[in-house]
């Protein structure tokens, strides 16, 4: 008998483990920010998690930075065996959802840096949400992650 | 314990025991992770370029060598640099004299904007020591073609101007001059070291 149950809160377990896991911190919050170490004048790239916790859905509008000439949201695909970039005009973050942007994947491209980024470095951008309003973070400059 | 369940225990361990000695006698060599070229091996078309000191390069001069391969441009943020940050990860898990054996080659899909100087100075922010090149169209054309090298200026709204579409495989030539084995961009760093301990050896 006893054994029967704990087959059945095991079932139980592992059928939790298998729901996606919906976000309910109550707010938007953005993680795990960084970017790759770039030359001036080359063009960049950041990359971090919007974790949507809040009820309502939410748009990433644009992202500013004073370190760019241009700041824009894109998308790498492969498409068979080569890479397209896609610009994105917005990307929305459902309530209780997560979006990563990652190397290969959704990135925030620094268009025309107006100065080196250096492993270690620091700045800050702003990103502008439909709901949530204007979330300055502070990027990493970091040269290693490996996302494997 | 009956006679039956002794002769059970030593049968099953007679059939354990032969199955290991099995596997380690007729295992096969240990294998390329990547995407392996089948014998007999391709002998890499030949690359004739120009590097950031207006030198000729050759590749059919590198022999001894192991090269790595990679075709993208200096404009490109995401793939491209994450691409040559593998690389330079995957040679830190070399050991010195092996990891100096190895030659990454940049070579641009975008010869309008990345001439010989800005490839170099584009790789050099990774490891000083990967080779960047550029060249004519045509001379790059015939490249890209050798190489089955997908390329395509994409025209957009983005303030960097085109984008260009192109292929995101790193090519893997032995000391010998052949292709060996090829990277698709999802390739983890680990299964290139592997690889490259591989042909190494």
Redesign the interface.
């Known amino acids: 008998m006893l054994k029967k149950q704990i087959l059945f809160l095991l079932y139980m377990i592992l059928l939790a483990a298998c729901q996606p896991v919906k976000i309910t911190t109550g707010v938007l919050d953005v993680k795990n920010i960084w970017a790759r170490p770039s030359a001036n004048r080359d063009n960049g790239a950041i990359y971090f998690m919007i974790e949507n916790g809040a009820t309502q859905n939410d748009t990433l509008l644009s992202v500013e930075a004073d370190i760019a000439t241009a700041v824009e949201l894109h998308l790498s695909e492969m498409e068979g065996d080569h890479m397209s970039m896609h610009q994105q005009d917005a990307v929305s973050v459902a309530a209780g959802e997560a979006v990563v942007f990652s190397p290969g994947g959704l990135h925030v491209m620094l268009v025309g840096l107006t100065r080196e980024l250096k492993a270690g470095d620091t700045f800050d951008v702003t990103l502008q949400f439909e709901i949530t309003g204007e979330k300055t973070v502070t990027v990493i400059v970091r040269d290693d992650v490996n996302d494997d | 314990m009956n006679t039956k369940t002794i002769l059970v225990g030593i049968s099953s361990f007679a059939l354990i025991a032969f199955v290991t000695l099995a596997v380690v006698v007729f295992a096969k060599p240990a294998s390329f992770l990547g995407a392996a070229f089948g014998e007999p091996y391709p002998p890499a078309p030949e690359i004739e370029l120009t590097r950031s000191d207006g030198s000729r390069f050759k590749l059919s001069e590198m022999r001894g060598n192991v090269e790595l391969i990679f075709f993208g441009y ?6 491209c ?2 691409t040559l ?2 690389l330079k ?1 995957a040679l830190s898990n070399l050991k010195e004299a092996d990891a100096a054996r190895v030659k990454v080659l940049f070579v641009t899909v975008d010869p309008k904007r990345d001439t010989p100087q800005r490839v170099q ?2 790789v050099n ?1 990774f490891n000083e020591s990967f080779i960047g090149l550029s060249g004519t169209e045509a001379e790059l054309d015939k490249v890209w073609k050798d190489y089955g090298v ?2 395509l200026e ?1 025209p ?5 101007g085109y ?1 260009v ?5 790193v090519t893997l030539i032995d000391q010998q001059g052949n292709m060996r084995v090829s990277f ?3 390739t ?3 299964d290139m070291v592997h690889d490259l301990k591989l042909i190494l050896k």
């Open positions: 200096t404009s490109c943020p995401d793939v640099p994450t940050a593998e990860l100075a584009y922010h997908f390329r994409m957009g709204s983005s303030a960097a984008t579409d192109h292929t995101a495989r698709g961009f999802d983890a760093v680990d």
